[in-house]
C-alpha cells in the first residue's frame, strides 16, 4: 500500500510542474509576440529564456529541505538601470563621492578609507529606509525616556525587557544596561533625555570602529562573499559591480554558488547588465574551481576587481563550513596571497541568528567585514549593535532597498544619527 505522504509529494510536484509549465508557455508567447528570440549564453549554447515569476514561486523539490530561500530578488531592469527621480534632479547619482575615496590613495597604515560626508538627500533617504527600525527597537526607547523629568527603578526595569526583546544580543542588552544603571548611580543621568542620549553614544561606540567601505588598491582587489542562502549575497555582488563599474573599473565576477542555478543565472544577468564577465562552471561543481577559475581570468585580463560569489547553504552544515575554508585555500593559491576582503553577508530580518551566523562563518573564514541587508523591511535593526559589539567586525555596506544605490556605505555617525536624532517634523512637534 502507497504511503499517504509519499502520495501527497508526488501531487505537491505533479502541480509544480503544471504550474512551472504554464508559466512557461505563458512566457513563451510573449516573448514570441514581441518578437523576442533567445540569446546565446557564453558558452555558445541557446538557452530558453524562463519567467523570473516561476523560479521565484517554484520551490526546488531537487534540493535539500534544509537549503533556505533564494537570494532576495534583484532589482528590475528599470530600477537597476535608471537612477532615481532626485539623482536625475541633481545631475548625479548617489555616493559617487564614496566610490571615489573607496578607489583613491590609502594611508601607510592600509586602512580602509572613511565614508564621504553624507548629504542631506541621503540622510533623508536612510532614514526613510530605517523607519521600520525607528518605530521599533528606538521608538520603544524613545517612548520610555524622552521628555522624563526624572529616572524611577521601573524605568530601568522596562529599559531591561526592551533591549532583551530587541534581539541585539545578552552580551550587548547587558553592556548597555550596566551604562545605564553606572550613570544613574553616578549622578551622570538625572532625567530620561540624558538616559536616551547616553544609549545613543553607547551605539555610536559600538558603531565606530566600522570603517565605511572596502578599500580597492591592490590589482586586483578579490573579493570573496560568503553567507546563507536568503540573505542578499548574489544581489550585493551585482550591486558592488555596478558600483565599481560605474567608476570605471574593470570587474570579473565568479559564480561560484554551483549548487544553485537560479543564482548562476542571477549574477549572469547583473553581468550583462553592467559589462561584466561572469565565470561559471557546471551545475554543482566544486565552488572552489569556479574561484580559481575566476581568478585567473582575472589576473589575465589585468582586472582591478574580483567579486566572487560563494555556495551559501545553512551554516549549520559542517561540509558547507569545511567547502568555504577550502575556498579560501585555493583563492590564495590563484592569487599568490590571501583574499583582500571578505565579506559576510547577513539579513537584519533574523535577529540573533545574524549574530550566530557570524560566529560560525568565522570558524570557517577569517571573515574581513559586513554587510547587513533588508533593514528596510525589519524591525530588528539594532542587530546591528549586536553583531559588531560580538565580533568586533566593522560593516562595510548596508541594504536599505532594492534598487543599486540602496546598497549604501556604512557610516557610524549618519546611521546612528538616521536611527536616534529627531527629525525636523519631530522636534517641531514636541
Not at 532615481?84 to 594611508?107: F, K, M, N, W, Y
Not at 567547502?323 to 559576510?344: C, N, S, Y
Request: hydrophobic share 40%; with cysteine.
Amino acid at each position: 500500500m502507497i504511503n499517504t505522504a509519499v502520495v501527497a509529494a508526488i501531487g505537491i510536484i505533479a502541480a509544480v510542474a503544471v504550474i512551472g509549465f504554464l508559466l512557461f508557455r505563458r512566457s513563451q508567447t510573449q516573448r514570441i509576440s514581441s518578437g523576442d528570440t533567445a540569446k546565446p549564453s557564453r558558452d555558445g549554447i541557446r538557452r530558453e529564456s524562463f519567467p523570473e515569476t516561476a523560479i521565484a514561486s517554484l520551490p526546488d523539490v531537487l534540493d535539500s529541505k534544509d537549503d533556505e530561500a533564494s537570494d532576495d530578488e534583484e532589482p528590475s531592469s528599470d530600477e537597476a538601470d535608471k537612477p532615481s527621480q532626485a539623482d536625475e534632479d541633481s545631475g548625479e547619482s548617489l555616493e559617487t563621492d564614496d566610490i571615489a575615496v573607496e578607489l583613491g590613495e590609502l594611508d601607510a597604515d592600509d586602512a580602509a578609507p572613511p565614508p564621504a560626508p553624507v548629504s542631506d538627500r541621503d540622510m533623508q533617504a536612510l532614514r526613510t529606509g530605517l523607519k521600520t527600525t525607528r518605530k521599533g527597537f528606538i521608538g520603544r526607547l524613545a517612548g520610555l525616556f524622552r521628555g522624563k523629568k526624572t529616572v524611577d527603578p521601573g524605568m530601568i526595569d522596562e529599559l531591561e525587557e526592551v533591549l532583551i526583546t530587541a534581539d541585539i544580543g545578552v552580551k550587548t542588552a547587558t553592556r548597555l544596561l550596566d551604562n545605564v544603571r553606572q550613570r544613574v548611580s553616578e549622578g551622570e543621568a538625572t532625567d530620561g533625555d540624558a538616559i536616551y542620549a547616553g544609549l545613543r553614544q553607547d551605539a555610536a561606540e559600538i558603531l565606530g570602529k566600522s570603517t565605511g567601505g572596502i578599500s580597492a588598491q591592490k590589482e586586483p582587489t578579490l573579493v570573496l562573499v560568503v553567507g546563507v542562502n536568503g540573505t542578499g549575497k548574489t544581489t550585493t555582488i551585482g550591486k558592488l559591480a555596478s558600483r565599481y563599474t560605474s567608476a570605471g573599473k574593470s570587474v570579473v565576477l565568479g559564480a561560484g554558488d554551483t549548487y544553485r542555478a537560479a543564482a548562476v543565472l542571477q549574477l549572469e544577468k547583473w553581468g550583462d547588465r553592467v559589462g561584466c564577465e561572469v565565470i561559471q562552471g557546471k551545475e554543482g561543481a566544486d565552488p572552489s574551481s569556479v574561484v580559481f577559475d575566476t581568478v585567473k581570468k582575472g589576473l589575465e585580463s589585468n582586472a582591478d576587481i574580483i567579486l566572487c560569489d560563494t555556495a551559501g547553504r545553512l551554516h549549520t552544515k559542517a561540509p558547507l563550513m569545511e567547502e568555504l575554508a577550502k575556498l579560501g585555500r585555493t583563492a590564495e593559491k590563484a592569487l599568490g596571497r590571501p583574499a583582500d576582503h571578505i565579506l559576510l553577508v547577513l539579513d537584519a530580518t533574523t535577529g540573533q541568528n545574524a549574530i550566530q551566523q557570524a560566529a560560525l562563518f568565522r570558524e570557517a573564514l577569517p571573515v574581513t567585514g559586513l554587510v547587513l541587508t533588508k533593514l528596510d523591511g525589519t524591525a530588528k535593526g539594532g542587530v546591528i549593535l549586536g553583531i559588531v559589539d560580538e565580533h568586533n567586525l566593522p560593516v562595510h555596506y548596508i541594504g536599505i532597498g532594492e534598487k543599486v544605490e540602496d546598497l549604501r556605505t556604512f557610516d557610524a555617525e549618519s546611521f546612528v544619527a538616521a536611527l536616534f536624532d529627531k527629525t525636523d517634523e519631530e522636534a517641531n512637534a514636541s
